[in-house]
T-cell receptor, first 111, second 114 residues
Framework: EDQVTQSPEALRLQEGESSSLNCSYTVSGLRGLFWYRQDPGKGPEFLFTLYSAGEEKEKERLKATLTKKESFLHITAPKPEDSATYLCAVQAPGTASKLTFGTGTRLQVTL | NAGVTQTPKFQVLKTGQSMTLQCAQDMNHNSMYWYRQDPGMGLRLIYY???????DKGEVPNGYNVSRLNKREFSLRLESAAPSQTSVYFC?????????????FGSGTQLSVL
């Protein structure tokens, strides 16, 4: 059974204080790993897809990396507007539309 | 840009009542999905429709039915609501099914079953 574990559950940073969120996964052959951002009362919003170990993608202050067992979402010099819950999901071959989601990391960035 | 629109945003039901959650997308996407999100658990797939005219069960289909009315609309029906169905429900769509797809989510329906 595919599993996704995210840590920490919650993270509080001061503005400008860089850190990383972790997503550990167990899947029988990874087809894709996805990062989403979810604001309170809203649906998740797509950030990145990573396909193979060693791949990296960046968007503004966010950089996602992937190894064979985990993915990291690095947040550089965060701002209060980066406060949100960040979700990780994996897709295994043959599962078509079925993504397995983690429970998320709730990030709060304060001034 | 409307994207994925869900109605209603909030609903309170009594045990045994029925209701239909509506979802529509205006992005001409082929695939549509219904997820539920519960505290301490990841998003879980209830049903999905890879293309117009097809529907398939996801991880937690019991107690639910779906209808893909046309390419734009995908509804979720609770025939006899139970307290275990208290959750936040999200509809999502994607351009095509099964190929490392990127999902576009609606803003959710918060459902309470008393």
């Amino acid at each position: 059974e595919d599993q996704v574990t995210q840590s920490p559950e919650a993270l509080r940073l001061q503005e400008g204080e860089s850190s990383s969120l972790n997503c550990s996964y167990t899947v029988s052959g990874l087809r894709g790993l996805f990062w989403y951002r979810q604001d309170p009362g809203k649906g998740p919003e797509f950030l990145f897809t990573l396909y193979s170990a060693g791949e990296e993608k960046e968007k503004e202050r966010l950089k996602a990396t992937l190894t064979k067992k985990e993915s990291f979402l690095h947040i550089t010099a965060p701002k209060p507007e980066d406060s949100a819950t960040y979700l990780c999901a994996v897709q295994a071959p043959g599962t078509a539309s079925k993504l397995t989601f983690g429970t998320g990391t709730r990030l709060q960035v304060t001034l | 840009n409307a994207g994925v629109t869900q109605t209603p945003k909030f609903q309170v039901l009594k045990t045994g009542q029925s209701m239909t959650l509506q979802c529509a997308q205006d992005m001409n996407h082929n695939s549509m999905y219904w997820y539920r999100q519960d505290p301490g658990m990841g998003l879980r797939l209830i049903y999905y429709s890879a293309s117009e005219g097809t529907t398939d069960k996801g991880e937690v289909p019991n107690g639910y039915n779906v209808s893909r009315l046309n390419k734009r609309e995908f509804s979720l029906r609770l025939e006899s609501a139970a307290p275990s169905q208290t959750s936040v429900y999200f509809c999502a769509s994607s351009p095509r099914e099964g190929q490392n797809e990127k999902l576009f989510f609606g803003s959710g329906t918060q459902l309470s079953v008393l």
